[in-house]
């Protein structure tokens, strides 16, 4: 058996990763990579060190409960001074000048990882998997340092030096993914005071919940809490942000994409699959957004099965059993053409399997947050046809097909900088995305708190071109997720990968 080819989003040890190499009982060290930074200067105290800062928003309170986002504003959390600041945000270039010097102050960055990987792997009966995954902590701290000298380097965070503060989730805590998320916040919040984090891995809504609450910006990728909204970009304004990332209130177009690119036959029958992960996203997205645009096109009426997205790994068997339900209902309503809501790979990883095993062959319709690359660890027949709505260019491991993606500076500065430390893999580009974004956000800042971070967020416009999607990215009042443009894809089983069948779209 080949050996599987880890894809760098999930190496930190999410469910869908680990999962995946459990089935195969093979598996390559190859995509190890930066899943979760963040960066903060000693936070606000109060006694006893919490760090908690009054009148934070609070979760499920609207922005009207945040500071006033304005640099230097009497609201403002009261932070360590930027020396040298002229409270100006500038945008422009994504780093600061090279040379910069460093002041006398220092921003922790807080990085998570799980060294439970190997735990993980060999309980699920692959010992081979779990020795290749041995030096997964080491490497992955080593880009993470990388990533923290050049900044240092090029002036740090507001001329501050950054230093990296590490918190080790521990995916298989018999608590599950949220309790695992509260341990972390408490971690990074009042222990070791972040101001800021990057996260990519197994932590749900919980921790931006949580994080909201000692007023600390997350720049969120996580796993299983996949994709925010309006909504909750609303209600965490300030504290929540996806530099690369498109609000599902945004993907009406993907729809429109699917049926350009000739995902629908004559006479189609479709299904959605709908991850619920608690928080009503995925409904609202398949009822209020893609419901009418199916229907405008003739697909009224899909039918829909909703399973509970995996919050812990003692789940997997529930999901795998009602997976087997949902191909019983699809088949029996003639289904031939299944659409996945977000869902961290859930459908990818279990469902064709269940789907193959009874005979039903639809032609399934992904998005990057499902994960479309693990399709090639299916059955051919499963992934025949497939087709997938991509806004992050790891989705197409194919060095081919990756070289027709439009270049652009960050996308270079990025694959310089980590060139022969990731390895073999790409390099990091979500990681890179939040560098030059907070970078150029604090440029010139007086101080490091949220309301100065949204200011200069907000400030920023298309000035960064993005290195972990397709170029493009707007980030202004109101938008905090960046994300402006997709590919469509098609599995192509002649490279065994998928092949862009569209250039890149813009999205409203």
């Known amino acids: ?48 060190g919490a760090a908690v800062g009054a009148g934070a928003a609070q979760p499920g309170q609207t922005s009207a409960g945040a500071p006033s986002p304005g640099r230097g504003s009497s609201a403002a959390v009261a932070g360590p ?12 270039s994504a780093l600061p000048a090279a040379g910069s010097v460093l002041r006398t102050c220092t921003v922790k960055v807080g990085a998570t990882y799980s060294s439970d990987v190997n735990a993980a792997l060999a309980a699920a009966g692959n010992p081979s ?19 923290a000298d050049h900044l240092n380097s090029n ?36 222990d070791q005071h972040v101001a800021l984090a990057f996260i990519f891995g197994l932590e749900t809504k ?21 994709v925010p909204n309006d909504r909750d970009y609303s209600t965490y304004r300030g504290y929540l942000y996806q530099e690369t990332g498109i609000a599902t209130d945004r993907w009406a177009p993907f729809i429109d994409d699917l049926a350009a690119a000739g995902y629908f036959d004559n006479g189609s029958k479709v299904g959605i699959l709908l ?11 398949v009822n209020d957004i893609w419901k009418p645009r199916l229907a405008a096109l003739g697909y009224p009426n899909p039918t829909v099965f909703t399973f509970t997205q995996l919050k812990s790994y003692a789940a997997i068997g529930d999901t795998q059993a009602q997976f087997s339900s949902a191909v019983l209902r699809f088949k029996a309503a003639g289904i031939d053409h299944l659409i996945a ?63 027709t993606n439009p270049p652009n500076a960050s996308r270079a500065q990025c694959d310089s900088l980590f060139k022969g430390k990731t390895n073999g893999g790409p390099a990091p580009y979500l990681y890179c995305d ?50 402006t443009v997709v590919r469509v894809m098609e599995w192509d089983p002649a490279i065994k990968d998928y092949r862009y069948v569209s250039g890149v779209l813009n999205v409203p």
Do not use: W
Request: charged share 15%; hydrophobic share 35%.
């Open 1 to 48: 058996m080949a050996p599987v080819r880890t894809p760098r989003r999930l190496a930190v040890g999410v469910a869908a990763a680990l999962s995946l190499l459990a089935m195969a009982a093979c598996s390559s060290y190859e995509r190890t990579g930066l899943q979760g930074v963040g960066t903060g200067a000693g936070a606000p105290t109060v006694s006893g």
């Open 81 to 92: 001074a930027l020396p040298g600041g002229t409270g100006a945000a500038t945008g422009g």
């Open 129 to 147: 998997a779990a020795t290749q995954y041995s030096g997964y902590v080491k490497a992955l701290q080593a880009e993470y340092q990388a990533g």
């Open 155 to 190: 002036g740090g965070l507001g001329g501050c030096k950054v230093e990296l503060a590490y918190y080790d989730f521990h995916s298989l805590s018999s608590d599950g993914f949220d309790a695992e998320s509260q341990r972390e916040c408490t971690s990074l919040a009042q």
């Open 206 to 226: 919980t921790l931006i919940d949580c994080m909201a609450k000692y007023r600390i910006p997350v720049s969120y990728h996580g796993g299983e809490y996949t």
């Open 275 to 285: 991850a619920d992960d608690g928080n009503g996203n995925n409904q609202h997205l």
């Open 341 to 403: 809501t977000p869902d961290s790979g859930n459908v990818t990883l279990f469902f064709p399997q269940q789907a193959e095993s009874q005979n039903f062959h639809p032609r399934y319709a992904f998005t990057s947050v499902n994960y479309p690359e693990l399709m090639k660890n299916v059955p051919a027949d499963q992934a025949a046809r497939s087709m997938s709505v991509s806004f992050l260019n790891s989705d197409a491991e194919n060095p081919g097909q990756m070289a």
């Open 434 to 483: 939040f560098m030059d974004v907070v970078a150029a956000a604090l440029r010139g800042a007086r101080q490091m708190d949220a309301p100065t971070l949204l200011a200069g967020i907000e400030s920023l416009g298309t000035s960064i071109p993005g290195a972990a999607n397709y170029g493009g990215t707007r980030l202004s009042p109101g938008r905090y997720d960046g994300g």
